[in-house]
């Protein structure tokens, strides 16, 4: 792998780690809940749990999807959908005093397991093998992209889960909260764009 396709993965895998999703506003609220101490196991499923999930469609999932073209356009449709529906539960979260206060964060196992249900996990897989793997590098270039992928996005994801602490300090006002959700929920939207014009 060139060192410019090496630059060109870090740039897009960060890019893509550290915008709002699915992974990151899970993060955000486990930081918010539970303390970033204990919202590390959940950090650490998400970024080896993707780069697993980004190493196996580099072994063969990705020839599925040129092979079936009318596949991405069911996932981008599927994606948009839940994406959609996950902002507007965002937008009209209920006020802190209103949830619950008791739980547990996720679990590594349990956020690893995410990954193969999150629409924005899996393009964001698919799109680093596609465009980043070495041509002709069999599975170790898939491992490549996956390691490269994995060591970018666990300090991008945490800085989700360190906000999430932060914020918790001015969320003390339904207004406040309010406004906050409604930003996320629109951030999240906005998301969809490179997606569906993709």
């Not at 020839?63 to 539960?89: G, H």
């Not at 590098?137 to 898939?142: I, N, Q």
Request: net charge positive; with cysteine.
């Amino acid at each position: 792998m060139s060192f410019d396709l090496i630059l060109a993965l870090i740039g897009y895998a960060f890019a893509t780690s550290i915008t709002p999703g699915p992974n990151n506003l899970m993060l955000m609220a486990s930081g918010a809940n539970f303390g970033l101490q204990r919202t590390l196991p959940h950090m650490a499923g998400v970024s080896l749990g993707h780069g697993f999930m980004t190493f196996v469609i580099g072994l063969g999932l990705t020839q599925v999807f040129e092979s079936i073209p009318k596949l991405r356009t069911v996932l981008v449709i599927l994606c948009s959908v839940y994406l959609s529906w996950l902002a507007w539960k965002i937008a009209n979260a209920a006020p802190p005093s209103e949830a619950a206060t008791e739980g547990t964060p996720l679990s590594f196992l349990q956020a690893a397991a995410f990954q193969w249900v999150n629409p924005k996990a899996i393009f964001m897989s698919i799109t680093a093998q596609t465009n980043y793997a070495p041509e002709g590098g069999g599975w170790m270039g898939a491992l490549m992209v996956a390691g490269i992928f994995a060591c970018v996005n666990l300090p991008s994801v945490g800085v989700w889960a360190w906000l999430g602490v932060q914020v918790k300090r001015f969320l003390d006002t339904g207004r406040r909260l309010r406004i906050f959700n409604i930003t996320m929920a629109v951030l999240l939207v906005a998301s969809l764009i490179p997606i569906v014009a993709g």
